[in-house]
């Protein structure tokens, strides 16, 4: 009988992602935040990609791992970060791209060239409006992967979270530690430690690097 592969669970992912610390991203402030050597093993899409090197790693091990077949991704930005979901997607998977504006995206065609077999979907409206709402759950009833990373006002993340990251086996939050201070939280932040404790051993926080008067960017990963 084949043996079952066992999947990477959530403290994996953390433990991992504290040995990788130990050498933090370098020129943190600067464009240059993903590292030779991650490039070389994972690639890199021709545009900016807005995340830290060990952050970004960390949750990409653990979506390449969970194979979703369904991710969505609110908040595309410039398509860094969807480049890594279309590339590392299961064979014949749907990552829906939802964003109120979709022209800043600049790798359309690099993102339809990369993986042919993914069908990948622009979503294009406010994530709160009540039709974008309905289009998306016309595409699925349920998401595997959610990457909650666009509008950072609290109501709209709050949004995100209740409406989408709920209806998904796993869900990621950007910029979980922005803030002035570990006491002035700002709207992400806040939500991430408003929702924690109601999902105990469920979540993990990957935080990279900055010091605790000027926090930023962070992932947050949750399986509600």
């Known amino acids: 009988m084949e043996q079952e592969s066992v999947q990477v669970k959530l403290q994996d992912i953390k433990n991992l992602f504290d040995q990788k610390i130990t050498k933090p991203t370098p020129n943190y402030y600067s464009d240059k935040r993903l590292s030779k050597e991650f490039i070389e093993k994972y690639g890199k899409p021709d545009v900016f990609v807005d995340q830290l090197n060990n952050e970004l790693e960390s949750l990409l091990i653990y979506y390449i791992d969970r194979k979703p077949l369904v991710t969505l991704e609110i908040g595309t930005y410039q398509g860094g970060t969807l480049w890594y979901w279309v590339k590392y997607a299961p064979e014949n998977a749907t990552v829906i791209s ?31 409006d009540p039709k974008i709402i309905e289009e998306a759950f016309n595409i699925a009833s349920q998401f595997d992967f959610c990457f909650i990373d666009g509008d950072h006002s609290y109501k709209a993340v709050k949004n995100d979270w209740e409406v989408y990251g709920k209806k998904s086996k796993i869900t990621a939050f950007h910029d979980i530690a922005c803030g002035t201070s570990l006491d002035d939280p700002e709207p992400v932040r806040k939500l991430w430690n408003e929702i924690t404790p109601l999902y105990e051993n469920k979540y993990i926080s990957l935080i990279e690097g900055a010091e605790p008067s000027n926090l930023c960017y962070g992932i947050g990963v949750i399986e509600p």
């Open 98 to 128: 939802l964003d109120i504006d979709h022209s800043i995206c600049r790798c359309w065609d690099e993102l339809y060239s990369i993986r042919p077999d993914v069908n990948l979907v622009k979503l294009s409206g406010d994530s709160k």
